[in-house]
């Protein structure tokens, strides 16, 4: 995606961050647009909170380029400080002021008395306007996690920056609070960017994810592209559930139960990606038979053994009833086939495994 210049609110160009020897963020080069609400997905220790850190301003990178809203903030030999970005902070734990009450929690983020109009204004924005007075620990888990937004947001930052900021709420919770941050924050018309482990927390929630694997972001987009067209085998697997299966293209073409496909890579190790709701049970289908049933109230998920050998879940309506244990199977839409990169200590790039996971 082009960005006009005018309308960007961060560019990183290939940051670099390691701790001790440990690479933390390895090539870290994303452009945020001003407004949007941008989140950084990717599995436990793949750097999403040192990227935050940069951005922030807490790390210095040893490599690359930050510019925040046009003023370059860290290169070489240049480090604003972190008080001087104009950024707010959300983290996982919220860190709230156990004694102090809301107003005054929300005041600290702006220094000021909890009178001041910052204060009240930021407090009207998240809904808390007759709470000012309630001490923290009487609130729910979602009301806190608002108090930590009009903390941040009093100050009236140009970036907000969430670390994980509603994995301490329970599941029933999470949805409804997720919804209302979006809302305040496209309210407040503050660029914000987001960093979760939770891929139904990214897509439910973002106008782009980047996917980010090991230090380096490998794919951009917005929350349906990532899902639907993963650029990498890390992307399939880790966004969304996805049947995976290994195999090596030859002239151009992988070989699946389904029939031929074109393959990126003319030759060599790729990968066929077919997500459980694109199959579907069909008559004239791939023979096979059911051979473990999960279900889920709202659906269900089938293992079906095909007669060739290749496993495969299926995710069906929950008033699908098959008739015995005997199925077919056809795809509702081509699968995505990825050429594996030649990473010798990834091992999903194993060429020749068998079309199975
Ligand atoms: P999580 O989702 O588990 O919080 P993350 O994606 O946010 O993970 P980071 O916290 O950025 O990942 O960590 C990236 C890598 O850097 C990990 O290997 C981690 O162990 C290492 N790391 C992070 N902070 C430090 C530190 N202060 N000292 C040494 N190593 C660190």
């Not at 961060?10 to 941008?38: H, Q």
């Not at 040893?62 to 290169?75: E, I, K, M, P, S």
């Not at 650029?231 to 992988?254: L, S």
Request: hydrophobic share 40%; charged share 25%; proline share 8%.
């Amino acid at each position: 995606m082009t960005v006009p210049h005018d309308d960007l609110a961060v560019r990183a160009e290939s940051l670099a961050c390691s701790y001790d020897a440990v690479p933390a963020v390895v090539d870290l080069s994303l452009e945020v647009v001003s407004g949007e609400l941008f989140a950084i997905l990717g599995p436990s220790g793949c750097g999403k909170t040192t990227a935050l850190r940069l951005i922030a301003g807490f790390e210095r990178p040893h490599a690359g380029r930050l510019t925040l809203f046009h003023d370059v903030v860290a290169a070489p030999g240049v480090h604003v400080p972190p008080e001087r970005r104009g950024v707010g902070l959300v983290f996982q734990d919220y860190a709230l002021f156990p004694h102090m009450n809301v107003g005054e929690n929300v005041a600290y983020g702006v220094g000021a008395r909890a009178s001041d109009p910052r204060v009240r204004d930021a407090l009207a924005l998240t809904g808390l306007a007759g709470f000012a007075e309630r001490r923290v620990h009487e609130l729910s888990g979602g009301e806190q996690q608002r108090v930590a937004l009009a903390r941040a947001l009093a100050p009236r930052p140009r970036l907000l920056l969430l670390d994980e900021p509603f994995s301490n709420l329970d599941p029933a919770l999470r949805a409804r609070v997720r919804a209302e941050v979006r809302a305040i924050v496209k309210r407040a018309g503050t660029t914000a960017i987001l960093v979760t482990h939770d891929q139904e927390e990214a897509l439910s929630i973002a106008d782009r994810v980047a996917f980010m694997w090991r230090g380096r972001i490998e794919q951009v987009g917005r929350p349906n592209q990532v899902y639907e067209r993963p650029a990498t085998v890390h992307a399939a697997e880790f966004i969304g559930d996805a049947n995976i299966y290994r195999t090596a293209a030859r002239d151009g073409r992988v070989m699946t139960p389904w029939g031929e496909y074109p393959a990126p890579a003319g030759q060599g190790a790729s990968v066929v990606v077919v997500r459980p709701e694109d199959v579907e049970l069909r008559a004239d289908g791939v023979p096979g038979t059911v051979e473990a049933r999960e279900y889920y109230g709202h659906d269900q998920l089938l293992h079906v053994r095909l007669d060739d050998g290749t496993h495969v879940r299926v995710r069906v309506g929950p008033r699908v009833r098959t008739d015995g244990d005997r199925v077919a199977l056809a795809l509702r839409a081509a699968p995505t086939v990825l050429a594996v990169p030649p990473d010798p200590a990834d091992a999903s790039a194993r060429p020749n495994d068998p079309l199975e996971r």
